[in-house]
């Protein structure tokens, strides 16, 4: 049997079907430790272990973590491709099933504030990325900096992940708001982390729906919800994803089913016109997506 039915049989993540055009999903919060990070990392390895083509940008700059969740040791980052050191496929790591990621680095001011026109310089370098992947998924840092708004902006979803705080929620709300009123961005993926039962996680969804149908002019569509899990910190511990280390856990389950419903999206939003957006030349991949 080949690796790849072996990894979705094992994954019980039967949904395969023909390859995708690439898809750019931004993981994004504005409140710090709602999950960004371990929501961004499980949804990759769920989508790899379904047999899908996955890349996974560490788009939190000066505060990376991707490369230790997944005990990764990279030797480049992408301080490396702004210097001209390198090109972006040089900065690829390997992670398990087939997951591939792109690190950034921890603890590097200059990468903390980078100017516009070197996000725009990440951003641009996927136009000359040689094998497109199926699902681009760029973890964004807290806040609702300018990285944050122009990585967001520059995928084709977003992705917000809330929980259970009165500040997740507020902080929630005023992405959206940037990204809506400044980026042209109006339609929201919300996700609900931590989740102590099934009503919590809608609750939540339903709670910031409310305002926001109020304020602002954006769609918000549930994509489901993760419960709170010790095997989630078991699995950090192990350096390795939950979905891969405890596939039948809780959280795990939660994952495999954000992983499945991103797989069943219908087309993408054609996107705003000059607007910088990731594989936006994407004329020779044939995907026929609008640009
Ligand atoms: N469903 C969950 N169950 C239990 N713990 C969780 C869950 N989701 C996240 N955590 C834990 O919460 C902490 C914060 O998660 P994570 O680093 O993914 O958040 P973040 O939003 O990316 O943070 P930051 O804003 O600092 O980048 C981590 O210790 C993580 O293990």
Redesign the pocket.
Known sequence: MNTHVENTQAAGLEWLSDRRPTRSIAIA?G?????????AVNLGMALAMGGRDVLLLDA?LG?A?IDVLLGLQPVRHLGHMLEGACRIEDLVLDAAHGLKVIPATSGTRRMAQLPNIEHAAVIRAFDEYPLAPEYLIV?T??GISDSVSMFAAASDEVVV?VCDEPASLTDAYALIKVLSREFAVNRFRIVA??VRHAQEGRALFEKLSRVTSRFLEVSLDFMGM?????Y??QA?RRQAAVVDAWPSSR?AV?FKNLARSVDTWGEPEPRVQGRIGFFADRAHLGGGLPL
């Open positions: 919060g409140k710090g430790g709602v999950g960004k990070t371990t929501v939190d505060m973590n973890d840092a807290a992940v982390n931590m993760v419960p709170h899990d010790e989630l910190r950090i959280s939660g």
